[in-house]
């Protein structure tokens, strides 16, 4: 089917999802991309609805990947209706409305037993969702055993967090808990809490991160909650020879995942 | 003087400064938050005209701040004036318009005879001004000796790029230039060019960087060009473990930037 009119209300719908509240009702989201669509075909998300627009495929593979997706509702958009519903700078004429799967701690719960040594990453309230997209990124880079959102303030399925998560939302395990429940896992099951304080006196190069470990991180604004703060086993200090006293969330992040991995001795 | 009124020709001047046209024909730019102020101020960046909002302040070090600036034309406006000119999601009552002041490489070619060992880093044609404003605060976090920005797409005065920075843009030498003369530059003075890819053999932690170096990133959507690429002296891999092929540029930035910071043992 073809659609030519932006008052379709497919068309409408789509560009709806984009709010937390209609994502939220309806169970569903958006993911923009071949790269993105295409992990998460990998991963077996199921998608819903699938809009395409010939003219703004960049390549030749996107018609294999629309096989593949092989969805029943596939539309076929002109130029300026797939503008309307796209949400990045350049569209690559390929956008679905796939179906929200969420995973609480009782996932973790039942694979803990099969990590000979857990990695993890907990996220607690981070607010930008380019940021937390980017986390995952370095997530998958490092390819831990988990993420943990805690106590989350984004949606992880913010068109923003697949967007900058490059579609690593869909290729790894993502929680969704509160930090109570969390503290209470990690505890009972020996993994150490690492986090990053400005007031630590050791340097996270030189300190030991080769045990089961779960790596937190806070809030841009705030930084880690002292309920973290105060349990944690490690606490390490990124340096800052300059002026600023921190990074960005989403980078101290990415160094501090990369250590482990460096010490782990693991490529 | 208070400004009470949305149409105040100042508040529209203000505005206008968020579109890179305004600023061009201007070389004025905008500087919003006590931490981007205090920064600009200690740097001697030159304020034109400071609106404050004291209904807006976090706490009371804003009249410290206002004091040391010392702006002739410093206006206070009410609540609903100052959120039309702030772009922040949570303003802090402090926003400058300033003059632009832009380095250029005749700057590095004076100071190169002060540095023991150069330790650079070039940013080549990034697009988004929130990575280019990260980038250049984890920059500030090893404490480089400049930041280049080279066939920039993004203006280093989009307010978004200050934001990102946290005042950092204002901390730490800033160079304009082109790729072509920057290689030129380098080579004359032996510093080598290095910079990551998948198509390294090596990985970045077991590589040698502590001579004389600049570590170059190229933009989100293309990578380096290949003009870098082929001049580099160090090639080096990220491990990427999961299922995406890269980090995000400022992550991975950040990772390359430690990493120098790591083997030159400098805290």
Redesign the interface.
Known sequence: MQITSLQNPKIKKAVKLRKRKERDESCLFLIEGYRELS?AN?KGVEIVELFTCPDLFLKTNEKKLIDKIGCENTYVCIKSVFEKISYRD?PDGLLAIAKQKRLDLSYLEKEIKKLKKPFFLVAESIEKP?NLG?IL???????VDAVIVCDACTDIFNPNVVR?S???LF??PVIETTTEKLIAFLKKENIKIASATPHAEE?Y?EIDLTSPLAIIVGSE?YGLSKKWMTLCDIKMK???????DS??V???T??LL?EV??QRN??
């Open positions: 992990r990998l350049r380019g980017s990124r370095s997530a998958d880079g490092v390819k900058a490059v579609g690593t290729t790894q340097i190069t604004q990124i340096p800052m020879k300059g002026i600023a990074l960005n989403s980078a101290a990415t160094l990369y991995l460096r693991e490529r």
